[in-house]
Each structure stands twice: as C-alpha cells, then as structure tokens.
C-alpha cells in the first residue's frame, strides 16, 4: 500500500538530518572533488599523490569505525556526531594553512578526512536507522539527496571559480564557517542515547553472520561497492585532464547535480523495492554505453557522457544501497544490539575492496598513465553494477512495502 500525501513530508528531525546531509555534501566536494583538483594541479605525479590520498583517507574510515563500536553502543550519538565538525574545522583549516603545500602533506590530510567521515557515517547512520522508520526510507533519501544536490547547483561553480583564481585558503575559511553552523543545529537535534549492556563483538557478529544469506550478499556487495570507490576519482582525472581548469570541473558538475536532484527525488516519490532492479538496468547501460564512447575518443563530449550518466548512476544506485542496508538493520538479521557492529563490519569489507582498487589505480599512474586508465575504469563500473544488482536483492529481505 502507498503511503498518503500527508506521510510524503519531512517532519523536522528529518529536515535536521537533511540540513546535515547538505553541509556534509559540500565539506565532500572540497575535501574530496576540489582537493583531489588541488592535488593534481601541484603534485609531481597526480595520480600517484591523489591515490595515497585516497589510500589514508580509507584506512582511517576502516579503523575510526572499528574503534568507535563500543561508543556507539553505549554512547551518545550526538556527541559522535558533533566531533566529525570539530575535526572537520580542523582539516580545513590546516589546508587553509598549507595552501600550495597541500600537496606535500597528502598523508596527513587523507587521514584526517578519513576520521571525519568515519564519525559522520557512522553517527549519521545511526540517527537515521533509529529516527527514520522503514516505509520512509525511500521518500526520505530520494528528498535528501535531491535537496543535497539542488544545494550543490552553485556550489561547485563558486568553488571552481575560487581554486582556479588561487582562493584556496579563503575558500577553506568559508567552510569553517559553515562548521559552526553546523554545531548550532546539532542542539536542535532530539537526544539519542543508546544502552546496550554488551561491549562490542564485531568478530562474533561477523561469525555470526556469515551464515545468514543475505549478509554473505551484503559483504560481497560492499567489497566490490568498494573496489569501484575510485571511479569519481578517475571522472576528476579525467575532466581535469581534458578541460584544465577547475572552473570547467565545477560548472559540469552543477550540471549534473541538476539532473541527479530531479531524477533522485522522483525515485523517492514514486518508487518502491520493486522498482530498484530496472532502474539499475538502465543506468547500467547508460554508463556501459558512456564507457564504450570514451573507450574510442577521449574528447569533450565523452568525458561529459562518462561523467554525466557516472553522477546519475552512481546516485541512484546508493539511493538504493542506503534504502535496503539501513532497512536492514530494523530486521531480525542484524538486531539493535549489532548495529555498531554491522556498520563496522560493512567498512571493513569495502575498505578491502577500496584498497584494491587504489593498489589498481596506483599501478596505473607509475606504469601506465591515461593511456590505460579507460581498461581501468571499465573494471570498475563492472564492479559498480554488480554491487548495486545484488543491492537491490537485500530489499526481498526487507518489508517495506
């Protein structure tokens, strides 16, 4: 049964969670788009210094989420979250600091961005499971997404605008700024205190597991989810590479936040479970159809098309990812006592599938260079699409319906 037109609106600790949603996404497009940007325009060797970005950047996701299990279950949530701000300060403004040396610190900037968005996910994770209930999960990520990405419309033009003519650091200041803000709108947020008596048991629960269908699914979709995590890198090479500037890289990809906002929201308006399937299929081969263009002639209009039909498809394939996994852990599977758990555990398996392909990545920029980056890239969304099919098969263990 559909829900009725009154239940297709956010009440307001959903808004807040949105509001969040909308200063994390644009923190992520200038710690990850525009620094990634930064990187290649100052490094001796782009991709080598953007991979070991990267490659820290996933360590410390993997080892902040293990270390965080037990605070999760016995902790407050809001206080997690309100730490991802304060470190987020911090990282951008160390890079306001460096400026043009930026580049020589990737080590220590992959690390600090890593544990900023481990505490984010795994706080953000949390407030959702428990604040959003089941049969909602659709309406609200298709609006979350879509408000996420009408905000992003201007964003990345100013950004570009800002790193191209050498404001880099005055740009960082601004999103400073926007931290505190954001510590101003966490004390609106509804307490959420969790009480397990049990400490964390994240090999236990793994064990445990393995043995249930849909959970071997999950891991084997989070591994190649993340074997194919480079592909927006690859897309920022890419255009980089072409168009030269960062003012290009942000206009193209206001563009295509326009086109992700309205087609994400329709999906969360007016799609079910049964729907995630063929929706997959066709971004599939939109994106297949891209890579083979680009395969021919890497020119303007088919790193666009790559580019494009990659920022639809990879949103709307994580609309789907984020629906059925967090819906997930509201069944019998997983339980309230192994939340903590199971968001761990999901990161530890896409770290492995992360590093691989960084370790790809990284055998490309020392010994193949954009000559055989487009090989790459095929393997990847190979990956990508895998991941998001059986994705949508976790749904048949989720009532939501």
């Not at 710690?31 to 990634?36: A, E, K, N, Q």
Request: proline residues 1%; glycine residues 8%.
């Amino acid at each position: 049964m559909r829900e009725d037109k009154i239940q297709h609106r956010l009440n307001r600790t959903e808004r807040i969670l949105v509001y969040f949603s909308v200063f994390h996404g644009i923190a992520q497009l200038f710690l990850g788009t525009f620094v990634v940007s930064f990187l290649i325009r100052n490094s001796i060797n782009e991709i080598v210094s953007v991979s070991l970005y990267d490659l820290f950047f996933y360590l410390a996701i993997m080892l902040s989420f293990i270390l965080m299990i037990n605070r999760c279950k016995h902790g407050n949530i809001k206080v997690i979250f309100g730490s991802h701000i304060i470190v987020q300060m911090a990282l951008i403004t160390l890079i306001a600091l460096l400026g043009t040396h930026a580049a020589n610190w990737v080590m220590i900037l992959g690390i600090l961005h890593g544990v900023q968005h481990a505490l984010y996910s795994m706080a953000q994770q949390q407030m959702i499971i428990d604040k959003v209930p089941a049969k909602r999960m659709m309406f609200f990520y298709g609006t979350d997404t879509a408000v996420t990405n009408i905000v992003k419309i201007l964003i990345p033009i100013t950004l570009g605008a800002l790193i191209t003519i050498g404001s880099l650091q005055n740009m960082a200041w601004v999103l400073v700024i926007m931290g505190a803000i954001e510590l101003g709108l966490l004390y609106m947020m509804p307490p959420i205190q969790n009480h397990d008596a049990n400490h964390a048991n994240l090999s236990g629960f793994v064990k445990k597991s393995l043995k249930l269908p849909c959970i071997r699914k999950l891991f084997q979709a989070e591994f190649l989810r993340g074997l194919a995590y480079e592909l927006e890198t690859v897309g920022i090479l890419y255009i980089v590479y072409v168009f030269h500037t960062d003012m290009n890289l942000g206009a193209w990809t206001t563009v295509f936040a326009l086109v992700t906002a309205g087609a994400t929201w329709a999906f969360g308006r007016f799609c079910s479970k049964r729907d995630f399937t063929w929706v997959i299929g066709v971004c599939s081969a939109l994106l297949t159809g891209a890579i083979i263009c680009l395969m021919f002639d890497v020119n303007r209009f088919t790193t666009l098309a790559y580019s494009g039909t990659l920022t639809l498809g990879i949103a709307m394939m994580d609309q789907v990812l984020s629906v059925n996994v967090l819906n997930l852990a509201k069944t019998k599977f997983v339980t309230q006592t192994y939340r903590a758990e199971y968001l761990a555990a999901r990161q530890v398996i896409s770290f492995v599938g992360r590093w691989g392909g960084i370790i790809a990545l990284l055998y490309v920029g020392v010994f193949g260079g954009y000559d055989i980056l487009p090989y790459l890239i095929i393997l990847l969304v190979a990956a990508r699409v895998s991941a998001a099919f059986i994705y949508a098969q976790i749904g048949n263990y989720t009532n939501t319906d």
